[in-house]
Nanobody, 117 residues
């Protein structure tokens, strides 16, 4: 059973930084492709990052990394903007490259990121 737990969200001022973590069960990081997605109120869930790909909206500001030993992936977010406000989810899907929400089977519960100003 794949379990994903996001953490690190919070309230930050525009221009600030946050690092999100996604702790995965077992060898999920190696056995699945993990990606970051986000969903703002009233909007569809959208792709954010999956190594080595990034949504155009976050490219150059967000960096996704992984730590296989800790079965954890991270999303380092810099130069945050109010438009980045959303619930951020990590998800596990096929090893084959994918940026589509529908291709990811396992999802965490999400962590709220709120960017003020």
């Amino acid at each position: 059973q794949v379990q994903l737990v996001e953490s690190g969200g919070g309230l930050v001022q525009a221009g600030g930084s946050l690092r999100l973590s996604c702790a995965a069960s077992d060898r999920t990081v190696r056995s699945y492709m993990l990606g970051w997605f986000r969903q703002a109120p009233g909007k569809e869930r959208e792709f954010v990052a999956r190594i080595p790909y990034y949504a155009d909206s976050v490219k150059g500001r967000f960096i996704m990394t992984r730590d296989n030993a800790q079965n954890t992936v991270y999303l380092q977010m810099a130069s945050l903007e109010p438009e980045d406000t959303a619930v951020y989810y990590c998800a596990a899907g096929p090893v084959a490259p994918s940026t589509r929400v529908g291709d990811y089977k396992y999802w965490g519960q999400g962590t709220q990121v709120t960017v003020s100003s």
